[in-house]
């Protein structure tokens, strides 16, 4: 019984992946076609973004200290203190600001629009909208998705300052790396394709997590209870599919050997 319900879940779990990527493809062609409704996305931005600094912020800071603790005593045992800063800079701007800041908008920002658009589902509150002949794609979802490719890089931006401010202050006061040293070596192996590359990552973290959290709202049944397992789906698969995306956008990136590093040396 209990293997025939996980099948059962999977299969579901499969269809609605499937009326997620389909969302997706009918929100671009909207976006093309310039169907946005500016008041709403300006909402959701406010939603998105101010009301998600304080958490993006105060993870970032921990983050960036921790690193930095895990990563200084060894450098300094091998005689490259002076890396420090860059190491931490490198690895926040290409792979933990993004990354942990998408996490934090999948927790917050996808569950609410997975359980606001589901309860609009089983309330027949988007039936309404059908019958007033607004579509939900242009009224609900275009202007999260919009929110999200404009907030999250920002958001990680902020991360990304935060977190090296969190290192720098481990650097400093625990280890005894100047303040000028640190700052100079994350200049030094910091690259301009670092920081825009980090940007890339946060717009597509933003769509997944926008049009994934819409998707399982719209697909929504069964009352209150659909609307919680939604949620919760939603922001699960969220997360699997950021740490997958991730994978494949640094694959593209990033492969190969880099030289920062050995120039930094």
């Known amino acids: 019984m209990s293997e025939t319900t996980s099948k059962s879940s999977l ?15 009918q929100v671009i062609v909207h976006l093309i076609k310039g169907k946005i409704h500016w008041r709403n996305t300006s909402e959701q931005m406010a939603a998105v973004g101010p009301d998600s600094l304080f958490i993006a912020l105060l993870t970032a800071v921990f983050v960036g200290a921790v690193f930095t603790i895990q990563v200084a005593r060894e450098f300094i045992n091998f005689g490259a203190g002076n890396l420090v800063g860059g190491v931490l800079a490198v690895a926040l701007t290409r792979e933990l600001a993004p990354v942990l800041t998408a996490v934090v908008l999948a927790g917050r920002v996808g569950s609410a629009f997975a359980a606001e658009i589901g309860t609009m589902r089983v309330t027949e509150q988007i039936d309404a909208m059908l019958i007033l002949k607004t ?16 907030m999250l890089p920002i958001l990680t931006l902020l991360s990304l300052v935060t977190g090296l401010f969190g290192g720098l202050i481990i ?20 690259e301009t394709w670092d920081i825009f590359s980090a940007m890339i990552k946060a717009c597509c973290f933003g769509l997944l997590i926008a049009v994934i959290g819409c998707s399982w709202g719209l697909t929504t049944t069964g009352g209150a209870k659909g609307v919680g397992q939604s949620t919760t789906t939603a922001v699960v698969t969220a997360l699997l599919i950021i740490f997958i995306s991730n994978f494949f956008l640094s694959w593209l990136m990033f492969q190969g050997t880099g030289s920062a590093f050995v120039q930094g040396l």
């Open 135 to 150: 579509d939900p794609i242009d009224y609900l979802v275009i202007p999260r998705v919009l929110a999200c490719c404009l």
């Open 171 to 190: 650097a400093t006061n625990i280890y005894g790396i100047s303040d000028t040293v640190f700052l100079d070596s994350a200049r030094n192996l910091l």
């Open 11 to 25: 299969g579901v779990w499969g269809q609605r992946l499937l009326a997620a990527i389909f969302l997706g493809g």
